[in-house]
């Protein structure tokens, strides 16, 4: 799976994992989170279940995104 594959899932996921966490980010944040939990949730599903394509890279994108969104609320600045 390409990098390239993976920033532009990351995007998609970022969207879908601010709404199903209920947080407002802005376009850039949302856009990082997506793509670095795409990177990451990619490439340890991938390792995983390489069987699943296109799918697996989505559902591991969504997770990855979703783990770094969790972990932002927690630890992340207070305002």
Same mark, same amino acid.
């Given at each position: 799976? !390409?990098?390239?594959?993976?920033?532009?899932? !990351?995007? &998609? &996921?970022? =969207?879908? &994992? $601010?709404? %199903?966490?209920?947080?407002?980010?802005?376009? *850039?944040? $949302?856009?990082?989170? !997506?793509?670095?939990?795409?990177?990451?949730?990619?490439?340890?599903?991938?390792?995983? *279940? $390489?069987?699943?394509?296109? *799918?697996?890279?989505?559902? !591991?994108?969504?997770?990855?995104? *979703?783990?770094?969104?969790? %972990?932002?609320?927690? =630890?992340?600045?207070?305002?």
């Amino acid at each position: 799976m !390409g990098v390239v594959y993976l920033i532009v899932i !990351g995007a &998609a &996921a970022g =969207f879908l &994992a $601010t709404r %199903l966490m209920k947080i407002e980010a802005g376009l *850039l944040p $949302t856009v990082a989170i !997506g793509i670095a939990g795409a990177l990451l949730g990619g490439f340890l599903l991938e390792l995983v *279940l $390489t069987a699943m394509g296109f *799918l697996g890279g989505l559902v !591991g994108a969504v997770l990855g995104a *979703l783990v770094l969104i969790w %972990l932002w609320q927690r =630890f992340g600045p207070r305002e």
